[in-house]
């Protein structure tokens, strides 16, 4: 498939929805306040809309596939609600020192989502709460978004990688990537 279009890849726990300590099951689900406008934004930008999210958890038993599919479900019914949808949902269920290479930062699960897809990532946006999540974004060639949920506030001057613009919130890095395409024309 050829890479011809800009996404927008997002981090789920701290990014889209409130960060739990390993969200368990679909109850515990909150979309973080303003997350629906910003993403009919990026829609209404013409991006797609990935979801990459590493889940540990699974390995460690804390849940298991059906409670995580549950979670994805109700994420993508919710969505649905408001006339969105995710073009796709990318999942880690790697422990970190498990040396997978589709654990964040590693690029694998950017790069499977850009073959599947057709992202072309050098015009697409990574948007996370982590490091981890800002380290992956470079190494895919993306423009980086660390948002001050989640963990971000506390990351923000955290040693490691850099992200190329640092907001409050998802909303807040759509205005940005509002402003980016219309004075660039990146798409």
């Excluded at 927008?8 to 629906?36: A, F, Q």
């Excluded at 990318?90 to 930062?105: E, N």
């Excluded at 850009?114 to 697409?124: K, N, P």
Aim: charged share 25%; net charge positive; with cysteine.
């Amino acid at each position: 498939m050829a890479l011809t279009r800009a996404f927008v890849l997002l981090d789920r726990d701290g990014t889209l929805i409130e960060e739990r300590d390993y969200l368990r099951g679909p109850d515990g689900l909150r979309l973080l306040p303003n997350t629906l406008a910003a993403l009919r934004r990026f829609r209404a930008l013409g991006l797609g809309l990935v979801l990459v999210t590493n889940q540990s958890g699974l390995a460690r038993g804390y849940f298991d596939q059906q409670a995580l599919d549950a979670i994805h479900e109700r994420l993508r019914a919710w969505l649905a609600r408001d006339g969105l949808h995710l073009d796709g949902i990318y999942v880690c269920p790697h422990l970190p020192d498990a040396g997978c290479a589709c654990r964040k930062p590693r690029p694998g699960l950017g790069l499977r989502a850009a073959t599947e897809l057709g992202i072309d990532l050098s015009r697409s946006f990574v948007i996370g709460d982590k490091r981890s999540d800002i380290a992956w974004g470079l190494h895919l060639g993306a423009m980086t978004f660390l948002v001050r949920t989640g963990h971000g506030a506390a990351e923000e001057g955290a040693p490691g990688a850099r992200a190329h613009h640092v907001v409050d919130d998802l909303l807040h890095a759509s205005e940005f990537v509002q402003r980016h395409i219309h004075q660039r024309g990146r798409m």
